[in-house]
C-alpha cells in the first residue's frame, strides 16, 4: 500500500506531547473540581500538576503555531473558501460517519500532504486550535495566580465568570479526548491513523492525488 | 462655664503646669525623689476628697463619687499637674458646693475628657479615627472614652502597664480577652515572651479600628510575621488570593466555625460601599426583599444588588468573598502554625463547613460591617455567575450545572463511540451482503 509523508516530526511531537498533556490536565481537572468523588492524588498535587502541565501545554501549543507558520503545510488547515462546497463538504463527511461507513462506502477525503483533514476535522481542528486552547491557557493562566491578574479578571466579570468559561472548555475537551481516538481508529485499519502519528507515514488505498511527500 | 471663662483658666493652669516642669527639672534628683509628693494645692482637695463615701446625687439620679485615692494620685503621673489643670472651672469661690449641675456622670465624663485632650491633642488626633469614637459619635453610651480606659487619678507611667493584663481592654472585651489568653500569642506572652503581641500590637493603643477591616488585620498579621507570604508560597497555590481571601485566623484558629462573608465593593472605587451616614438602608432593604426571612435567595440578591445599583455608586455593586471565621471572639483562639488548617481539601471539598453559612455585608457608618444572612445555594447556583462574579472557590462552590455538562460531555464521549461500534457490527452482516468492506 503506498504510503505519504503527511506528519512532520516537529507535529508528532507537539501532538503526542498535546495528548499525554491534555489527558493530564483532564484527569487532575476532575481531581480539583471533584474532591472527595475522586481521591487519585491530593487537591495540591493535582493543582501544581495542572498548573505545570499546563505551561507545558502551552510551549507546546507555540511548536504547532510556529511550525505551521512558517511552513506550506499550512494548507492542511485552509478551509474551502466557497461555503457551499465546504458545507457540502462537511455534510458529506458527516454522512459518511453516520451512515456510509456502515454500508462499506469509501472515505469521501482522500488524504494528502497538503490537506491531510477531511473538511470537517479541518474546521473543528481550527476551532479547537484558534480558539478554544487559546482560550483555555488565557482562562488557565488567569486562575493560575488570580492575584496577579485581579485587574483583568476583574474586566472579565470575575473569577466565577472566568472559571465557568474554563470549566465549559473543559467540558469539551473532556468529550473531545473520548472521541477523538475512537475517530482516529476509523482508519482502513483501527491502528492505521495511529501508526502514522508515530512514523508520520499514512498509507493509503489508493495513488496520492497532491504533491510528493517533502521528505 | 463660657468658653472664654474656660480657656482663661486653662492658660493659667497651662502657666503653672510649665513652671512646675521648669522647677522639676533644674531641681534634678530632688524632684525625682519628690514626684510622689503631693503639692500643696493638691493635698488641700485632697483633705476632704480623700474621705470613702464622699459622693454628688447627679440630676439624673445617678451617684458621682468624688472620692479621690490620695496614695494613688500621689503616684500618678498627673500628680505633677495637681488638681486645678484639669479641674479648672472648680474655684475657691463656686466650691463646695459646686452649683453647677451634673446631668449624669456619662455626660460629666464626656465633659471631662475635653480636658484630657488640651494635653494629649497626638492621642486625640489617633482616637478619633477609632471605631470607639465612631460609637460616641453614634450615642453609644457605653463607647469608652479617655477616662474609662485611664482612671485619671490613678494614670500610671506606660512602663508600669502591665500589657498582658489586658486591661483595659478587657473590662468590655473579656470573652475575646479569655479567646487571646488560651491562644499561641497569650500563652507565649504568659511565658515571658515580649515580643508575643498584645491588644494594642494589632489593634493599636488609641486607634482601634471595626473589625473586619481585612487589610489592617491582614497587616497587623504580616507586621509580626513578614516571611508569612514567602512562607505560604513555598507550599500554597496562589498564596497571594489566599491571603487576601481567607483570614489570617480562619486557617490558624483551628477549631473555629467558619464562613463566607460577601461584601459588596463598588466595581469603579473598588471600595467597600459605605452606609449612607444618617439613613442606613441595608439591612432594611435586604429585610424587606427576603419575603421568607430565610435569608437572601439568588433572585433575591440580584435584586437588592439591582436596588443597591440604582442608588447611583461610581461603578457596579459587586461581590466579593471572604472566607472568616464566625466570631471576633473565634478569631483570637490562635493557634501555633503546625495546629494550623494545611488541608486544602477542608475547602476545596463540595459542601465543605465554611460554606455552611453566607452573609452579604456592607460597610457600617462606623466601619463595621452591616450583615445580613444569604442562602448557601447562592455560592453554587448558575444564576449566581453575574451578582457574585467576585468570589469562587475551586471544588468548592462550584456550580451545580457545570456538573451536569461534564457528566453530558462524559457519557457523549463514551456513548458515540459506543453505539457506533454498535451499529458498525450490527452493520456487518448487511455490508458483507451488499459487498462492502467489514471492516467499517
Same mark, same amino acid.
Given at each position: 500500500? &503506498?504510503?505519504?509523508?503527511?506528519? &512532520?516530526?516537529?507535529?508528532?511531537?507537539w501532538h503526542?506531547?498535546?495528548?499525554?498533556?491534555?489527558?493530564?490536565?483532564?484527569?487532575?481537572?476532575?481531581?480539583?473540581?471533584?474532591?472527595?468523588?475522586?481521591?487519585? @492524588?491530593?487537591?495540591?498535587?493535582?493543582?501544581?500538576?495542572?498548573? !505545570?502541565?499546563?505551561f507545558?501545554?502551552?510551549?507546546?501549543?507555540?511548536? !504547532?503555531?510556529?511550525?505551521?507558520?512558517?511552513s506550506?503545510?499550512?494548507?492542511?488547515?485552509?478551509?474551502?473558501?466557497?461555503?457551499?462546497r465546504?458545507?457540502?463538504?462537511?455534510?458529506?463527511? @458527516? !454522512?459518511?460517519?453516520?451512515?456510509?461507513?456502515f454500508?462499506?462506502?469509501?472515505?469521501?477525503?482522500?488524504?494528502?500532504?497538503?490537506?491531510?483533514?477531511?473538511? @470537517?476535522?479541518?474546521?473543528?481542528?481550527?476551532?479547537?486550535?484558534?480558539?478554544?486552547?487559546?482560550?483555555?491557557?488565557?482562562?488557565?493562566?488567569?486562575? !493560575?495566580d488570580?492575584?496577579?491578574?485581579?485587574?483583568?479578571?476583574?474586566?472579565?466579570?470575575?473569577?466565577?465568570?472566568?472559571?465557568?468559561a474554563?470549566?465549559?472548555?473543559?467540558?469539551?475537551?473532556?468529550?473531545?479526548?473520548?472521541?477523538? &481516538?475512537y475517530?482516529?481508529?476509523?482508519?482502513?485499519?483501527?491502528t492505521?491513523?495511529?501508526?502514522? @502519528?508515530?512514523?508520520?507515514?499514512?498509507?493509503?488505498?489508493?495513488? &496520492?492525488?497532491?504533491?510528493?511527500?517533502?521528505? | 462655664?463660657?468658653?472664654?471663662?474656660?480657656h482663661?483658666?486653662?492658660?493659667n493652669a497651662?502657666?503653672?503646669?510649665?513652671?512646675?516642669v521648669?522647677?522639676?527639672?533644674?531641681?534634678?534628683?530632688?524632684?525625682?525623689?519628690?514626684?510622689?509628693?503631693?503639692?500643696?494645692?493638691?493635698?488641700?482637695?485632697?483633705?476632704?476628697?480623700?474621705?470613702?463615701?464622699?459622693e454628688?446625687?447627679?440630676?439624673?439620679?445617678?451617684?458621682l463619687?468624688?472620692?479621690?485615692?490620695?496614695?494613688? =494620685?500621689?503616684?500618678?503621673?498627673?500628680?505633677? +499637674?495637681?488638681?486645678?489643670?484639669?479641674?479648672?472651672?472648680?474655684?475657691?469661690? $463656686?466650691h463646695?458646693?459646686?452649683?453647677?449641675? +451634673?446631668?449624669?456622670?456619662?455626660?460629666?465624663?464626656?465633659?471631662?475628657?475635653?480636658?484630657?485632650?488640651?494635653?494629649?491633642?497626638?492621642?486625640?488626633?489617633?482616637?478619633?479615627?477609632?471605631?470607639?469614637?465612631?460609637?460616641?459619635?453614634?450615642?453609644?453610651?457605653?463607647?469608652?472614652?479617655?477616662?474609662?480606659?485611664?482612671?485619671?487619678?490613678?494614670?500610671?507611667?506606660?512602663a508600669?502597664?502591665?500589657?498582658?493584663s489586658?486591661?483595659?481592654?478587657?473590662?468590655?472585651?473579656?470573652?475575646? =480577652?479569655?479567646a487571646?489568653?488560651?491562644?499561641?500569642?497569650?500563652?507565649?506572652?504568659?511565658?515571658?515572651?515580649?515580643?508575643a503581641?498584645?491588644?494594642?500590637?494589632?489593634?493599636?493603643?488609641?486607634?482601634?479600628?471595626a473589625?473586619?477591616n481585612?487589610?489592617?488585620?491582614? $497587616?497587623?498579621?504580616?507586621?509580626?510575621h513578614?516571611?508569612?507570604?514567602?512562607?505560604?508560597?513555598?507550599?500554597?497555590?496562589n498564596?497571594?488570593?489566599?491571603?487576601h481571601?481567607?483570614?489570617?485566623?480562619?486557617?490558624?484558629?483551628?477549631?473555629?466555625?467558619?464562613?463566607?462573608?460577601?461584601?459588596?465593593?463598588?466595581?469603579?472605587?473598588?471600595?467597600?460601599i459605605?452606609e449612607?451616614?444618617?439613613?442606613?438602608? =441595608?439591612?432594611?432593604?435586604?429585610?424587606?426583599?427576603?419575603?421568607?426571612?430565610?435569608?437572601?435567595?439568588?433572585n433575591?440578591?440580584?435584586?437588592?444588588?439591582?436596588?443597591?445599583?440604582?442608588?447611583?455608586?461610581?461603578g457596579?455593586?459587586i461581590?466579593?468573598?471572604?472566607?472568616?471565621?464566625?466570631?471576633?471572639?473565634?478569631?483570637?483562639?490562635?493557634?501555633?502554625?503546625?495546629r494550623?488548617?494545611?488541608?486544602c481539601?477542608?475547602?476545596?471539598?463540595?459542601?465543605?463547613?465554611? =460554606?455552611q453559612?453566607?452573609?452579604?455585608?456592607?460597610?457600617?457608618?462606623?466601619?463595621?460591617?452591616?450583615?445580613?444572612?444569604?442562602?448557601?445555594?447562592?455560592?453554587?447556583?448558575?444564576?449566581?455567575?453575574?451578582? +457574585?462574579?467576585?468570589?469562587?472557590?475551586?471544588g468548592?462552590?462550584?456550580?451545580?450545572?457545570?456538573?451536569?455538562?461534564?457528566?453530558?460531555?462524559?457519557?457523549?464521549?463514551?456513548?458515540v463511540p459506543?453505539?457506533?461500534?454498535?451499529?458498525?457490527?450490527?452493520?456487518?452482516?448487511?455490508?458483507?451482503? +451488499?459487498?462492502?468492506?467489514?471492516?467499517?
Amino acid at each position: 500500500m &503506498p504510503r505519504i509523508y503527511v506528519h &512532520p516530526l516537529p507535529v508528532r511531537i507537539w501532538h503526542w506531547i498535546n495528548a499525554l498533556g491534555f489527558v493530564t490536565m483532564i484527569v487532575t481537572g476532575f481531581q480539583i473540581r471533584y474532591v472527595g468523588l475522586i481521591d487519585l @492524588m491530593s487537591f495540591r498535587t493535582a493543582v501544581v500538576l495542572h498548573n !505545570w502541565v499546563g505551561f507545558v501545554l502551552i510551549a507546546n501549543f507555540f511548536v !504547532w503555531l510556529l511550525f505551521y507558520l512558517f511552513s506550506d503545510k499550512i494548507t492542511v488547515y485552509h478551509p474551502d473558501l466557497s461555503p457551499t462546497r465546504q458545507f457540502r463538504r462537511s455534510f458529506r463527511q @458527516m !454522512w459518511y460517519y453516520g451512515y456510509g461507513i456502515f454500508k462499506g462506502e469509501p472515505n469521501p477525503h482522500h488524504i494528502s500532504v497538503y490537506q491531510k483533514f477531511n473538511a @470537517m476535522q479541518g474546521m473543528t481542528y481550527q476551532v479547537i486550535m484558534l480558539l478554544l486552547v487559546p482560550l483555555q491557557f488565557y482562562t488557565g493562566v488567569l486562575l !493560575w495566580d488570580v492575584e496577579r491578574f485581579s485587574g483583568m479578571i476583574d474586566v472579565l466579570g470575575g473569577v466565577r465568570v472566568v472559571d465557568t468559561a474554563h470549566v465549559l472548555i473543559f467540558t469539551f475537551f473532556v468529550g473531545f479526548i473520548a472521541i477523538h &481516538p475512537y475517530l482516529a481508529s476509523l482508519g482502513h485499519t483501527r491502528t492505521a491513523h495511529f501508526k502514522a @502519528m508515530f512514523t508520520g507515514y499514512e498509507e493509503v488505498e489508493e495513488e &496520492p492525488t497532491a504533491r510528493p511527500p517533502a521528505g | 462655664m463660657t468658653g472664654a471663662k474656660f480657656h482663661a483658666d486653662l492658660m493659667n493652669a497651662a502657666r503653672l503646669v510649665l513652671m512646675a516642669v521648669a522647677v522639676l527639672a533644674v531641681s534634678s534628683l530632688t524632684a525625682r525623689a519628690a514626684s510622689s509628693v503631693l503639692s500643696k494645692p493638691s493635698q488641700q482637695c485632697l483633705g476632704c476628697h480623700s474621705a470613702k463615701g464622699l459622693e454628688k446625687k447627679l440630676a439624673n439620679g445617678e451617684t458621682l463619687s468624688l472620692h479621690v485615692e490620695g496614695s494613688e =494620685f500621689a503616684r500618678s503621673v498627673h500628680n505633677m +499637674i495637681g488638681c486645678a489643670v484639669c479641674h479648672a472651672d472648680t474655684t475657691l469661690e $463656686n466650691h463646695p458646693p459646686v452649683k453647677t449641675k +451634673i446631668a449624669g456622670a456619662r455626660e460629666y465624663s464626656l465633659t471631662l475628657a475635653k480636658v484630657c485632650h488640651t494635653c494629649h491633642a497626638d492621642k486625640l488626633k489617633l482616637y478619633e479615627g477609632s471605631i470607639h469614637a465612631a460609637l460616641v459619635r453614634e450615642g453609644n453610651p457605653i463607647a469608652p472614652i479617655c477616662t474609662d480606659c485611664h482612671s485619671p487619678h490613678a494614670v500610671l507611667p506606660q512602663a508600669a502597664y502591665d500589657e498582658a493584663s489586658g486591661a483595659p481592654c478587657s473590662r468590655c472585651h473579656n470573652p475575646v =480577652f479569655d479567646a487571646y489568653a488560651g491562644s499561641v500569642h497569650g500563652e507565649a506572652r504568659k511565658k515571658g515572651r515580649m515580643d508575643a503581641p498584645v491588644c494594642s500590637s494589632c489593634h493599636n493603643t488609641h486607634d482601634p479600628r471595626a473589625g473586619g477591616n481585612e487589610d489592617a488585620l491582614r $497587616n497587623a498579621c504580616l507586621g509580626c510575621h513578614p516571611r508569612a507570604l514567602p512562607a505560604h508560597r513555598e507550599w500554597l497555590p496562589n498564596a497571594e488570593r489566599h491571603l487576601h481571601t481567607v483570614s489570617c485566623a480562619a486557617c490558624h484558629a483551628p477549631g473555629a466555625k467558619r464562613k463566607i462573608d460577601l461584601r459588596l465593593y463598588d466595581s469603579a472605587a473598588q471600595k467597600r460601599i459605605a452606609e449612607k451616614e444618617g439613613v442606613p438602608q =441595608f439591612e432594611l432593604r435586604a429585610r424587606a426583599i427576603d419575603t421568607e426571612g430565610k435569608g437572601l435567595d439568588v433572585n433575591e440578591l440580584q435584586k437588592l444588588l439591582g436596588e443597591i445599583n440604582r442608588d447611583g455608586t461610581e461603578g457596579r455593586a459587586i461581590l466579593r468573598g471572604r472566607l472568616e471565621v464566625d466570631s471576633g471572639i473565634e478569631a483570637h483562639r490562635l493557634a501555633g502554625k503546625t495546629r494550623a488548617v494545611g488541608q486544602c481539601e477542608g475547602c476545596h471539598r463540595a459542601g465543605s463547613a465554611p =460554606f455552611q453559612k453566607v452573609t452579604i455585608s456592607i460597610a457600617g457608618v462606623d466601619g463595621r460591617p452591616v450583615r445580613y444572612d444569604a442562602r448557601q445555594e447562592v455560592l453554587n447556583s448558575a444564576n449566581s455567575v453575574e451578582s +457574585i462574579g467576585g468570589f469562587y472557590v475551586i471544588g468548592g462552590t462550584r456550580i451545580g450545572l457545570l456538573d451536569v455538562l461534564v457528566v453530558l460531555s462524559l457519557l457523549i464521549g463514551v456513548g458515540v463511540p459506543v453505539v457506533h461500534l454498535a451499529l458498525g457490527w450490527l452493520s456487518r452482516k448487511y455490508a458483507k451482503r +451488499i459487498g462492502g468492506r467489514e471492516d467499517s
